[in-house]
Structure formats: C-alpha cells, structure tokens
C-alpha cells in the first residue's frame, strides 16, 4: 500500500480533511441556490450516492438567503463558491456555510481578500484556496509566459501569504486545469511546497464517458502517489454521476470501504421530532452484520424527510410520535416511535429480497400518506415553516451584504 502525504488537518463541518483522514468526496450542485427544495433534494441525492461535503454557488443575494435555510436541513456540509464578490463570502458566513471555496483570479484586492479570511478566523471555517487555471491572474500568465504548473503554484501560494498575514491558517488548496499533465505537474509542485490538505480535480473535463477517463487519469495519478485528501470530478452530467465516480474510484484503489447499508440523516434541525443522531447510530449498528446494499435514510420530521430523502430506498421520517416510513419517497408504514429501527431492519430485508416496487405494492399507501399528511399538518401548526428561524439569519445577511 502507498504511503499518503502527510498533512495537517481541517474540519468542513463534522468531516476531516487531511491528516490522515478517510480521503473525501466532494460534489456542486447545479441548481439555482435561492431554489431551497430543489437545492436540498440534489443535495439528499448527492449524500447517498456517497458524497461526503458539497458545494452550492453563493453569486447573489437570494443564493445566500437560500444558504441560510439549506445549511440546518443539509445531511452534510456545505462549501459557499464565491465568485467575484467578497460580500457575498461575508454574508455566506452568516448564512451557517460550513466553508468556503475562493478564486484568487477573480477576487484579487488583497483587502477584500483578509477581510474575508480575518471573519472566517473568528467563525472558525475553513477556506479552499480555489486556484483555476481558466481565471489564472493575468499578472501571473505575463510573468510565466502562459499558464504553467509554477504558475498556479504561485497564485495559491499568494493567496496563503495574505491568509497568514491575519493568522488564519483553516486552509485546504486547489490547482485545477483541464490538461492532465499541467494538473499533474502542479498538484506535485504544491505538495513539495507546503503540508496544507489538497483538494484534487481535472477542471471542465466534460461528459462522460471521455469527462470520465480524463478525470480518473488526473486524479488516480496523484492518488497513487499519495497526493490528495478530498477529490472532485467535475463532469458535465448529472453531478450524481461526480459523487459515484469519486466514491467507486476511492474504493477501487482501497482508499475507502465498500459499506453495505449506506445511511445518511439529516441533521437535528429545529422540526426534528426525534433524536435523529441516536436513532441513526441505533440504526447503524442494527444494519453493522447484514449484507444489504440499500441507501436508507433517517429523517427528524415528516414535513421535508420523504421529499428529500426520496432517492433512499428506505426511510423513516418522524412526526407525533411516530415514525413515517417511505420507499423511495412513497409513505408506506406508521410505526410506533419505539418500533422505528426494528421497522427499517424488517422492511430493508423485504427489499433487499423483494425490490421496492414490491415493498410499495405490499403497502396500504393511502392510509400512510393520509396519516403522514396528518402528522405534517399538525407539526406546520406547532412549528410554523421556519423552525430553524431563518428569517432571523436572513435579516443579518441582507445587512452584511448591504442591501
């Protein structure tokens, strides 16, 4: 087995990244970030198809706003991409981001940029040093004569220095470009240079199957040489087809394990009925022994679970008391709360052995959905729509963002 690099480490939410951390896979999203259903159903997709930390664009206003209710319903962490605006990195933060990812082509006032890095500090987020060989400072392809590895290399170095000068050091380092070899070349040149985590990627390497081929051959290279601590494959398609690519590269070179059960859940938002985290870790071990390879989901509430979870083969959702539980998205079941995690054991079985269509037809789904409708009604009554008083957050960042 190769040796990995050794790095220092940074949190992106609850997932490490570097020092010696399971390598991550990372995805973006392709909806409009003021979409918030949209947004986190792609995000709920992302997760079980193996994607450990996304990305959302963060170029406007109402994409913050979107941030600010997409980040307490998200089952992993979400990265803000700024693009040519530092407010907007600003009011990201206010918004709950998880991290940031900065271009140091396209915001290149160092002011701008240490105010961004001094808030990062005091919120303890990580930022990506995002280094694209497409948006290079034109300063840099005068000086090298065109865009070369030494180049890019420089850039993220530049943009280090000025995260130093106001010691904040939550950084992870990109330097993407769509010929193979210059990304290569530069991924090893940086590597040489500092001990700060990688994120690896070919950029725009295209549709699959060649977007695929291109990807792989850049990514699998530094990988074997112990380069990189999270990945991305930046496909044109579908950015599920990214998240499986990543985690079925990772497993083919044994740099993480095949699971059997795949679960994800969402986080304890202020709706949950349930104590999410208990029921998933109760759910985890019920699942450790058995050879299921299903996606199920574990979700705090009915109001958004099925919906968002419906990519799931299974889940259960929660609301008075009781358990919810759903195929693909579909109400099947209501559980008695204490009855949840042997429920999900029994139905995942069913599946695995049957197939969900089968599970759905077993299933009187017009009771469920009349009673999952019911449990929802009462919970938007108690609760209201903004349980995780966004509003409250919105106000703050329609402030730093000066509007």
Not at 32 to 47: F, H, P, R, S
Not at 120 to 140: E, T
Request: include cysteine; charged fraction near 25%.
């Amino acid at each position: 087995m190769f040796e990995r690099r050794s790095t220092s480490q940074i949190m992106v939410g609850k997932v490490p990244v570097g020092g010696g951390a399971p390598i991550s896979v990372q995805s973006m999203t392709t909806t409009k970030t003021a979409d918030v259903e949209g947004t986190l159903q792609q995000i709920y997709a992302l997760a079980a198809a193996g994607c450990d930390i996304v990305r959302c664009t963060c170029n406007e206003i109402e994409a913050a706003e979107g941030l600010a209710q997409i980040v307490p319903r998200s089952p992993i962490p979400i990265i803000a991409d700024i693009h040519h605006q530092y407010k907007m990195a600003l009011a990201a933060m206010e918004a709950g981001v998880h991290g940031l990812r900065l271009n140091p082509g396209n915001i290149r006032k160092p002011e701008h940029i240490k105010a961004v890095a001094s808030e990062a500090r005091d919120r303890n987020i990580p930022i990506r040093i995002g280094v694209n060989g497409g948006s290079l400072d034109p300063s840099l392809y005068e000086k090298y004569g065109g865009l070369t590895a030494a180049a890019m290399v420089e850039s993220a170095m530049q943009e280090i220095a000025y995260f130093l000068e106001v010691d904040f050091n939550l950084i992870k380092i990109s330097v993407k470009a769509s010929n193979v070899p210059l990304m290569v070349e530069a991924y090893r040149m940086l590597a040489d240079a500092t001990d700060i985590p990688l994120h690896l990627g070919v950029t725009e390497a295209g549709p699959p199957p060649a977007g695929l081929v291109k990807a792989t051959a850049g990514i699998s290279t530094l990988l074997l040489e112990g380069i990189g601590d999270t990945i991305r494959y930046s496909l044109t398609a579908d950015p599920v087809e990214e998240a499986r690519a990543g985690r079925q590269l990772l497993e083919a070179l044994g740099l993480r394990e095949r699971k059997n059960v795949d679960l994800i859940a969402c986080p304890s938002c202020g709706r949950a009925e349930i104590d999410v985290i208990d029921v998933a870790n109760r759910a985890m071990k019920a699942f450790e022994d058995k050879k299921l390879p299903l996606q199920i989901a574990v979700m705090g509430c009915v109001v958004n679970g099925p919906g968002e979870a419906r990519e799931a083969d299974l889940g259960i959702a929660a609301g008075n008391k009781r358990g919810h539980l759903f195929v693909k998205g579909r109400n099947v079941a209501v559980i008695p709360e204490d009855e949840m995690v042997e429920a999900l054991v029994e139905w995942a079985e069913f599946i695995n052995e049957h197939g969900t269509d089968a599970a759905i037809e077993r299933a009187d789904t017009k009771l469920a959905e009349r009673e999952a409708a019911r449990d929802r009604a009462q919970l938007m009554d108690e609760k209201g729509d903004d349980a995780n008083h966004s509003a409250e957050k919105i106000v703050e960042i329609r402030k730093t963002a000066g509007h």
